[in-house]
């Protein structure tokens, strides 16, 4: 068993494992970097909207969709990535080689996906923003918004297709097996949905605990 674990470790310090890590370490270190400062945070909840009309921090039309989609592809990036995991080391235990192309291939297919459902959430948050639902952190001011959201977060935990996702994420061989001749962008794109189909109602969230609220 040690010497497997040996060369598991051994195998995931590959170049192109590092540059996952990487990918992952960036993404989380550009969210740090994009939290509103505490002392910010407090004079803006003392002070309310006419805080945030004066600093200009977040602006919910147009102009500021950029740095939305940024927040949400950083936040996709960070938190779903290390979920991809098993089924990367998967990848590379059935092609042995551990070659490149097919490792970035799967993880490019799965990651869009994820900027696909960001452009979505960006859309969302700018129209609950715009109908005074959520405030500038992308946190619901209203209890019946915060309301509907749990309720369907928890809901769809014991729905039939979140089990049949579930089951799908957790079998990567079979899952590679079964998709095989549809080459590793496609086996990505669709591992990427079937992962989206898990864990879409609690990104969803975000917007109850805030989009820019760090934990």
Known sequence: MSVH?????RAMAAPHWLGFYGLV?????????????ADLAEAARILGPDFWEALCRVEPGI??????????????????????????????????????PGFGLILGGYLAVWLGFSVLATVAQMALAGAGLVDPLGRSVDAWLTAALLAAAGLYQFSALKDACLARCRRPLVFFMEHWEEGPWRMGLRLGAVCLGCCWALMALAFVGGTMNLV
């Not at 996709?76 to 991809?84: L, Q, V």
């Open 25 to 37: 370490l960036l993404a989380w270190s550009a969210l740090f970097a994009m939290q509103v400062p």
């Open 63 to 100: 102009a500021g969709a950029p740095a939305i989609f940024a927040m949400w592809a950083l936040m996709a990036a960070a938190m779903m990535a290390p979920t991809a995991l098993p089924a990367l080391a998967t990848w590379d235990d059935l092609v042995q080689s551990g070659r490149v």
């Open 5 to 9: 674990l040996a060369d598991r470790v």
